[in-house]
């Protein structure tokens, strides 16, 4: 399909998993950036906003390859949820997701000399109603502290909790494979 290098800039096993499931075939980087955004900046624009950040830090080094970013992020009430610092986080963040419907945005950079795409998709996700509990659970067993609003809609949590999605499961993943394809198909 493609015929020149390919680099997933993420360390996130599922957006690999994903990448990998839809037939390309691409090397690993990890950007070097902080994961910060202008405070008075659009929620909306968030993680765009992130992933363009992302492949900035490879432009000076690309020569052929096309560069693939990706930054996700959940949004309860226009407030960004990152990944938890810690357990007491985690657990609060779920709390404040229990019963309730957000969003999962996740932003798309495609960079390579030539040109630079970029590019979002949105998910709503509602949670049941969950106990204190059950959170703990989630929390202590899964270690969900690299993910944004502390979960993995493909973890327990996603199959017991996740009551209706509306949109890509794949985005509430870590990346909207589907529209990474169809525009990977045109460069």
Known sequence: MIQRPLVLASSSPRRQYLMKEAGFNFTVEK??????????????????????????????????????????????????????????EAIAMLSELSGKTHLVMTGVCILSKEKEESFDDTTEVTFQRLTQQEIEYYVDHYKPYDKAGAYGAQDWIGMVAIQKITGSYFNVMGLPIHKVYQHLKHW
Do not use: G
């Open 31 to 88: 950007p070097d950036v902080e994961e910060d955004f202008p405070a008075e900046m659009p929620v909306d624009q968030v993680a765009r906003y992130l992933a363009s950040k992302k492949a900035e830090f490879f432009r000076p080094q690309i020569h052929n390859e096309i560069i693939v970013t990706a930054d996700t992020v959940v949004i309860l009430d226009n407030k960004i949820m990152n990944k938890p610092l810690d357990r007491n």
